[in-house]
């Protein structure tokens, strides 16, 4: 996810980025955009990220009970927010990170 926001940052875009490696499909066939949601709709850990955003600012990768997000604001209008996000669930990233540490383990054997 640090990889993604740093290739944001450097130009690329966030919803081209969104529909190549979300693991949302859904979301993903729209650029990760959710369109607005009402607070108190998405998951906590999720909405009070989104919410602590200027428009346009891309979030630290958050973790909630669904994986890991990084979070564009868009916009906010009255109780709503509009926002974008990418997703991986939190079983690939610990097998990602599971598969790291068995290959540097057997590096160093």
């Known amino acids: 996810m ?4 740093e ?12 529909s190549a490696y979300s693991e949302d499909i859904g979301s993903a066939q729209q650029g ?3 369109g607005f949601a009402k607070r108190g709709t ?5 909405e009070g990220a989104a919410l602590k955003l200027k428009p346009n600012e891309i979030s ?5 009970e669904f994986g890991l997000h990084l979070i564009q ?8 927010y509009h926002s974008r996000y990418t997703h991986r669930p939190l079983i690939i990233t ?11 383990i057997v590096s160093i054997i």
């Open 32 to 34: 990760g955009d959710l």
């Open 42 to 46: 998405m998951v906590p850990e999720f």
């Open 73 to 80: 604001l868009l916009e906010t209008r009255g109780a709503e």
């Open 7 to 18: 290739r944001i940052e450097k130009g690329e875009d966030f919803a081209s980025l969104a």
């Open 94 to 104: 610990a097998w990602i990170y599971q598969s790291l540490s068995v290959s540097w």
């Open 2 to 5: 640090l990889e993604f926001k």
């Open 60 to 64: 630290e990768p958050i973790e909630s």
